[in-house]
């Protein structure tokens, strides 16, 4: 038979390195899994092409690799015949017989020096040194990714502490108490209360149907929505049309435009007011008398300013948020407010609560090197560590910009690698950690698998087991937790314009007001109306990009002058995966208010 394997090698012009070892290995791989030579020689060529190999040379280092190839194909074979069947690993089957919650299990040596050099860094590597689709068994394996060779894992790049255990900006570990890292572990089985928002758009909606007359109503609707609130305010006077001239100062309403089609600049800035107030008309809008402004295209704000000729508004004062009612003023539909008493009530909640435990973490989910997703493995391994009472993952999940979905060098289809790579394991990680556990998914533009359109409608995931437990949420949703709102969006562009002294964000009541949105974001105005609205102000704001990580409390200018600041926990997670390595993510313990509250950026 091992010669009848060399022939089927030959035969698709494959040279074997190590001849008699590599076939001794491809008889055992035959024997195992009742396969033909034939059998073997074409599961290679899939491993081949997966792993771009450059020399079609079958390489005794790749045997290890390719055993969980073919393993792999035993599995999606069986799931595929028998898609209900829950496969148990080496790691469920070694912690039933020891009776233990895998800690251990997860464990690796390490250098007492190299330890106490970094304290913030775990003690275990849960990373599977295989493909990421099975857990390790702990045996060693000659197929590392680049992923799993690197040294530092689970580090606190950057904290904000607020709680009375921190001393100077630092947190008071045990170095022999892993159990205190980072913030403190939750008690197991213990539930927070949560309830959706707004499900707009639904899911299988249609669109790439908006009109020009839908873009025109959206963006006259956001303008005359701000000059009713600023007249209502009773802190500025009634709006007028800026495009009149005018020696006295005046106060106007309007959005901010670009007079080209490049970046905007303080020389190409227009005010575009209402169509009630000037036609719709524009006029130029001269910055240069303020100290300081932050605007960009499709912001609305209300202008201080005088217009000696007709041609040019001079502003004096910029005003960039509106009045907005606290969270806790929210008048919720009765329906809704019975819904949310009922299940506090059966979670055996008492009253709000004032904590929140949450890790939040923003794709890709996997190098661009594979598609073993990895880093996912990790976090969940992490999270079952630490318990979180909520669990928060952005897409994208299958992100049509990785190498692999690019070129199509893929035997799956994106359906399948959503549900076998992200919901298997993700059910594993709720069956594990119990009925307290909730897990969060939020889609981006990005997800191969789902639709190319924003605002975007949740996934349409059915797990009739655990539908308490694993929620999709729109892009952009929102959420409230233990009576905590948190605002996600999944995409998020910086500013064209930022001459700020303070730190001090721009509260407005859209959740994508960029226009012309970016070229990369397929805003549907059709949508939009019901989808991008803001009526409350968030505790937590979630606002994953490329750019760096973050977390910082942020007031909002939405109270009016003279008032204290409403303030918010502003969080960008980073991606979990970049590039080859590791990424970041967030994990935050939340304390009733911004100011008493934990939150520490992890890299993975």
């Known amino acids: 038979m ?33 396969l033909k030579p034939s059998d073997i020689v074409s599961s290679w060529e899939v491993y081949y092409l997966n792993r771009q190999l450059n020399e079609s040379v079958v390489q005794n280092a790749e045997m290890d690799g390719f055993l969980l190839h073919l393993q792999n194909e035993q599995k999606d074979a069986i799931i595929k015949e028998e898609p209900g069947l829950h496969i ?57 990714t680049p992923f799993g060779q690197r040294t530092q894992k689970f580090v606190v790049k950057f904290s904000i502490n607020n709680m009375p255990s921190v001393v100077n900006g630092e947190k008071e570990l045990d170095p022999e108490n892993h159990e205190d890292d980072v913030i403190r572990k939750v008690q197991p089985g213990r539930k927070c209360s949560l309830t959706v928002h707004g499900s707009k758009p639904e899911t299988g909606c249609r669109f790439m149907y908006d009109r020009i007359e839908d873009r025109f109503n959206a963006l ?51 005010l575009q007011s209402s169509v009630e107030h000037s036609g719709g008309q524009r006029v130029r809008l001269e910055l240069q008398n303020l100290n300081q402004f932050s605007i960009f295209p499709g912001q609305v704000v209300g202008i201080e300013g005088h217009n000696p000729g007709g041609h040019c ?64 493995v990790e976090l969940l391994a992490y999270a079952k560590r630490k318990q979180p009472q ?51 998914l939020v889609p981006s533009i990005r997800d191969a698998n789902h639709d190319f359109v924003f605002p975007q409608p949740a996934f349409d995931i059915q797990l009739p087991d655990l ?62 109306s019901e989808a991008l609205e803001i009526s409350l102000i968030p505790d937590i704001l979630v606002v994953p990009s490329d750019m760096k990580y973050f977390v910082k409390v942020l007031p909002l200018g939405g109270r009016g002058e003279g008032e204290e600041q409403v303030k918010c926990i502003c969080i960008n997670p980073g991606r979990l995966s970049k590039g080859e390595g590791g990424g970041t993510f967030v994990e935050l313990n939340y304390y009733g208010t911004p100011d008493t509250s934990n939150a520490s950026i992890i890299g993975i």
């Open 390 to 440: 909520l669990l928060i993952l952005l897409g994208p999940f299958v992100d049509s910009e990785h190498p692999e979905i690019e070129k199509g060098n893929t035997d799956r289809s994106f359906d399948e690698i959503f549900h076998i790579e992200i919901l298997t394991r993700l059910q594993d990680y709720a069956e594990y950690m119990g009925s307290h556990a909730r897990v969060i």
């Open 220 to 270: 006259e609707s956001r303008i005359q929505k701000h000059a009713v609130s600023f007249a209502s305010s009773k802190l500025y006077e009634e709006p007028v049309d800026p495009t009149v001239s005018s020696q006295k100062s005046i106060f106007t309403v309007g959005m901010i435009c670009c007079d080209g089609e490049g970046r905007l600049n303080e020389k190409s800035t227009l």
């Open 88 to 144: 148990y690993s080496s790691k469920d089957v070694d912690m039933i017989l020891n009776a233990d919650d895998g800690d251990a299990k997860e464990e690796v040596p390490g250098t007492p020096t190299r330890y106490s050099q970094d304290p913030y860094s775990e003690p275990f590597d849960s990373t599977p040194q295989t493909n990421g689709r099975m857990f390790s068994s702990g045996k060693p394996s000659k197929l590392i």
């Open 467 to 528: 539908k308490h437990q694993i929620t999709s949420l729109t892009n952009p949703g929102i959420l409230e937790a233990n009576k905590m709102f948190l605002n996600i969006l999944a995409e998020k562009k910086s500013h064209e314009i930022q001459q700020v002294e303070h730190q001090v964000i721009a509260w407005v009541d859209y959740f994508y007001p960029l226009y012309p949105p970016a070229e990369a974001v397929p805003l549907d105005f059709s949508l939009a």
């Open 2 to 34: 091992e010669e009848e394997i060399k022939a089927e090698f030959n035969k698709m012009n494959f040279a074997l390195d190590d001849e008699e070892e590599i076939l001794k290995k491809c008889l055992a791989f035959c024997i195992n899994y009742n």
């Open 313 to 376: 508004l001079i502003a004096s004062k910029l005003v960039d948020f509106i009045p907005l009612p606290e969270t806790a003023d929210v008048d919720l539909h009765p329906t809704k407010k019975q819904a949310l008493d009922k299940e506090i009530q059966s979670n055996g909640l008492s009253g709000p609560q004032a904590e929140l435990s949450v890790i939040i973490a923003s794709g890709p989910f996997t190098p661009t090197d594979n598609l073993f997703f990895e880093p996912l």
